[in-house]
Every structure is written in C-alpha cells, then in structure tokens.
C-alpha cells in the first residue's frame, strides 16, 4: 500500500494554493468563503451554495486536485474511475501566454470530463454507486447500466444487478481511480462500494488509487459498533455509525484489518488531503446525495438516519430533508408538512398525508449522536402504531437500540452500553490515520 502525502513539491499545486490564498486575503475574515460550483450535465437542484472553513488560513484541498500527484500513476493507462456528482476537480487554466499566474483562473471540472481528454489517459469505463453517476436516483433504488452522453463512456452500475465489480468488466485494465465523497456515516453506501471495489481490485491484481476527500463529520466518532451477524451493504465491517475517519483512511484500515474475502490486500494509494484536520470545517459544494441538501442536513444525518429503519418520516418528500422528523400519528401541534414525491424521494413515508413533527432547522451543530430524537419518536408513537421496520436492526448493527428504546432506557444509559465498544475502535482507527 502506498500512501501519497508530498506537501506543495509539484507547480500545480503550488500554485491552485497561492491563488486560493490571495483570494482569501482579499476577505476581512480568514475563517470561510463562498462558492458556487456548477457542473454541466447536473441539474440545477444539485447546485448548492456552502461555505467553506480553511485551517490558518490555508484551503483545503483534496486528492482530485492534486492532479500531478496521482498523473504518474494513470498516464498512459487503461482506467476505470468509480465517480458520481461529487467527483469534481480544480485545475488552473492559463488566460494569457507568459510564465506569469496574474492572468490564470481556476476552473472546476468533473473529473471523469478532465481525465478522458488530457495527457493521454485513457479512461475506459466509469463505475457509479448508488444514486448513479449524475445522482439522481432515489435511495435503494435500482440504478442501470447506461451511457455517459458526454464522454460517450460506458456507465456501470454498482446498485444494480452487482454491487461488486466482475472479473469480466476489470478486464484489460491497469488501474481503477476512486473518487466519491462520503460524509463518514457506516450506513451511507459509498464505504461498501469502496469495499467491494478494493475486493474485486485484488483479485484481478489491478491498482486502486483513492483520491480523499474530507469527511463532514469526522470531528466525532460515536454510535453502536456494527455486530457481524448484522452485516449488509448498509455495514459491512465492525464500525461505530459514526466513525471519523476520511475515505482514505477507511481505505487503509480496510485493508490493514484484512476485512477483504480471503485475507485479500489491495494494492492501495491514497492521493492525500492537504492542509485538513479531522476538526476542519468542512462543507459540500454539491449534494452527495439527493436528499443531503445541505451542511444541516449532514450533520444531522447521523442521528436521523435511524428513522430510515421505521415508520418515521425524517423529511423526504420535503425541501428540508434529515431537518426534520414526523408522522400523521404524532400528537398534533404547530409543526406540520407534508411529504410530496419530489428530487430524489418518488415515494416518500407517508405521501401526500400531514404530518406533525418535529424542525431541527435551527438545532446547534451536534459533535455527538442525539437520541433524544429517537426517544421523542418511539415515546409520540401510539402502541397500535407499528413504528420500526425490518431494517432498523440493520442501520443500528445491533438489536440491542430497540431493545433499549422499548425498555424505556435513557439516553445516558444507552449511550453507556457502547462506550467500551468504542474505545476498542478507537485503538484499531488510530493506527491507519492520515490527519491530525
């Protein structure tokens, strides 16, 4: 396994860097700016405005953009990249001859876009999780193989008929390119891809190489440790919902963990993040998912993921997805919506139905998983009402949540009976870290 951490040694990135500071100078606070990232063959839904946190005053960059780092490795190559919308990258582009900067500009590009039509790689096929590679679809939803109109690539799907890559659609090539981001919840697929992508990488003896990216939530690690008698595409190894680690990271313990089929190592880089911290502030500039609409929604996700597992709706079906919570059968009160097929929820819980619930809109932003949601749920929940469904159990990894939640057990009594789990992830995390 082979880990890139080469601090501003190339021009590219020397450069993408002093530009994105003296455009940070330019602002009286050192702490964020704004952007607005548009991407063409996206629609418009998918285009968010975020602000985004830099260390000491320096930006963020990610691995897609530390293009002179990871050329090396596919120049001249037969790749497949693993993408969807997020897979966006900076370059900086010349507007006037000389060896002078004044007069560049960065522009964004989707990187299986910039790939395909530079430096002679040669893309040969693009891999899509679940969502599909313009993230349109619906959570769950079956995603087809298809054809990127753009590119001319083909598209194969990897939530559809197989969630792992095949032998056959491996064959002839040289390396395959990850580039997705996550936002570090054990529930959230991207990570099961990841898994099924290295496994089938190591059989085939073909080069995975992860381009990271930062995890919004990777300030805090908390949640019920994944038990392996609970293991689906929704948790495949034994991890707390939250575990604070990049795409990257999760990447290497993978692999130095030996969770492959077979005790299986994949031959593994990681093109690093520079100037990241677990504690950055970090926001999206476009939707990991259709119904993660923004920061809010992100941090909140964690906890309100659970819900996904009952009867509860946590607000798809609305603009305010994973910031709110409700049912037609909670008791009434001011709060009310209801849940309308929309983007990215064509059947929503309780569809066309008012709900009373619950607006976290305004909430702090959480360093820990709050439960007091899931209380308040099952508490509002009328006995003759069938609140959690067949797959609670398995975006907890335990039967024990429910278990507790119907015994009536506080939030402090819950969150004790997994501390000791945690402190045993902690140990095994801390020995594939990248980042302070």
Not at 169 to 190: N, S
Not at 266 to 278: P, S
Not at 329 to 343: G, V
Request: aromatic fraction near 10%.
């Amino acid at each position: 396994m082979v880990t890139i951490r080469f601090k501003n040694t190339y021009f590219f990135s020397v450069i993408l860097t002093l530009l994105l500071l003296i455009s940070c100078a330019n602002k009286q606070s050192s702490i964020s700016k704004k952007e607005v990232i548009k991407i063409e063959g996206i629609e418009n839904k998918q285009e968010v405005t975020t602000t985004k946190q830099t260390q000491n005053d320096k930006p963020i960059v990610t691995g897609a953009d530390r293009f002179y780092t990871y050329l090396p490795f596919i120049k001249g190559k037969n790749i497949a990249i693993v993408a969807n919308q997020t897979s966006v990258m900076k370059v900086l582009q010349r507007q006037s001859r000389g060896p002078s900067t004044m007069g560049s500009k960065v522009v964004t590009h989707h990187i299986v876009d910039y790939l395909s039509t530079n430096y002679n790689i040669k893309v040969k096929k693009v891999f899509s999780p679940e969502h599909g590679f313009r993230g349109k679809a619906d959570a769950g939803e079956t995603v087809a193989d298809g054809k990127d109109l753009k590119t001319g690539l083909p598209i194969l799907s990897l939530h559809g008929k197989s969630k792992k890559p095949t032998q056959e659609q491996l064959k002839g090539l040289d390396a395959v390119v990850f580039d997705i981001q996550d936002i570090g919840v054990r529930f959230y697929t991207y990570i099961s891809t990841l898994t099924y992508v290295m496994e089938a990488c190591a059989e085939a003896n073909i080069p995975v190489i992860v381009l990271d990216r930062p995890n919004p939530n990777g300030h805090y690690i908390d949640g019920p440790v994944l038990e392996m008698q609970h293991k689906s595409f929704l948790g495949m190894h034994p991890i707390p919902v939250v575990y604070g680690m990049t795409i990257g990271e999760y990447a290497k313990m993978v692999n130095g963990e030996n969770w492959l089929n077979n005790g299986l190592k994949c031959d593994l880089t990681v093109i690093e993040l520079e100037n990241y911290t677990h504690d950055s502030e970090y926001s999206l500039t476009i939707r990991p998912s259709p119904n993660i609409p923004n920061d809010k929604a992100v941090n909140l996700y964690p906890s309100l993921g659970f819900f996904e597992g009952t009867t509860i709706n946590a607000g798809r079906g609305t603009e305010s997805q994973f910031q709110r919570y409700g049912a037609p059968y909670f008791p009434e009160n001011e709060f009310t919506y209801t849940p309308i097929p929309n983007f990215g929820a064509k059947y929503p819980k309780h569809k066309n139905q008012l709900c009373y619930g619950v607006d976290l809109s305004e909430e702090p932003k959480l360093s820990q998983l709050n439960l007091k949601y899931l209380i308040d749920a099952y508490n509002k929940t009328p006995k003759n009402e069938k609140l959690f469904g067949p797959t609670f159990t398995i975006h907890a990894g335990t039967e024990k949540l429910q278990q507790q939640l119907e015994q009536g057990l506080t939030e402090e009594e819950i969150r004790k009976s997994w501390q000791s789990d945690l402190e045993a992830f902690k140990k095994i995390r801390e020995k594939y870290l990248l980042y302070d």
